[in-house]
């Protein structure tokens, strides 16, 4: 009976593994995506308003700074499971 219950909280804690490394993987994506320097970069070509374009790098700046902090915790979290 303790193996069984053993057994499942060991399948539990690999699917928790499992998810959060997934995740961790989302958020390695999403720091590398390009997507918003070639918008910054585009809008700079067209010579858009610069304050409109100061305030979309002010947002990736934060948008960043809060995925990496979300990284941290994942990090964190997958190593207190280990």
Known sequence: ENETIRDRIEKILNKVKTFTNRKRQELHQSIDSGYV?????????????????????????????????LKNETTKTIENLD
């Open 37 to 69: 320097n070639d918008l910054i970069l585009t809008l700079t070509e067209r010579k858009c308003d610069q304050q409109i374009i100061r305030s979309l790098e002010k947002k990736q700046e934060d948008i960043l700074q809060d995925l990496l902090n």
